[in-house]
């Protein structure tokens, strides 16, 4: 399958407009060309590809993984335990960890994920685990945090509670 990776140029904006991976249906992915690309949940569109896009011949999983993990700009999102962060919306979670792992929340939790969401009543309770009294993260009790994980909280700005 081939995939296009869009990325938007809009008129006034300072910087491109990261759309994610789109699977092309149909036409040639050559600059110039149009193309038509639907993504994961059905959704789309025809696209012009440009110099901006990249063209990958993957699968849809390879595709999702590389998507959330390029996410680093985001606050919440899920650690795997090799420490790479994956990043989503902040209600996007579950669809973040289907698309990344083939896991539902709790499963996810019990397999040592750690979990960064926004929740400033809970970051004021437990500052220990908390980042600019806004952001928390979660990882089940069951489960030691490896030493990748804790340098991803700390390079994110973390505070780590050492148990």
């Known amino acids: 399958m081939k995939f296009l990776?869009?990325?938007?140029?809009?008129?006034?904006?300072?910087?491109?407009?990261d759309n994610g991976y789109w699977l092309i249906v149909q036409g040639e992915p050559v600059v110039g060309n149009t193309v038509r690309v639907e993504n994961y949940n059905g959704g789309f569109h025809d696209h012009v590809v440009t110099e901006n896009d990249v063209i990958v011949e993957s699968d849809w999983q390879t595709v999702e993984r590389a998507f959330y993990a390029s996410e680093t700009w985001r606050d919440c999102g899920w650690i795997d335990k090799e420490g790479v962060f994956y990043g989503c919306g902040y209600m996007d979670h579950a669809v973040c960890l289907y698309a990344i792992a083939g896991l539902d929340t709790l499963a996810a939790e019990q397999a040592g994920y750690i979990k960064i969401y926004r929740d400033p009543t809970l970051a004021k309770y437990m500052p220990e685990c908390a980042k600019d009294d806004e952001f928390v993260y979660y990882i089940d009790p069951q489960h030691i945090m490896t030493k990748a994980q804790k340098d991803t909280l700390l390079e994110r700005g973390f505070k780590v509670n050492e148990y």
């Open 5 to 17: 990776h869009e990325i938007i140029k809009y008129p006034n904006a300072e910087l491109p407009y």
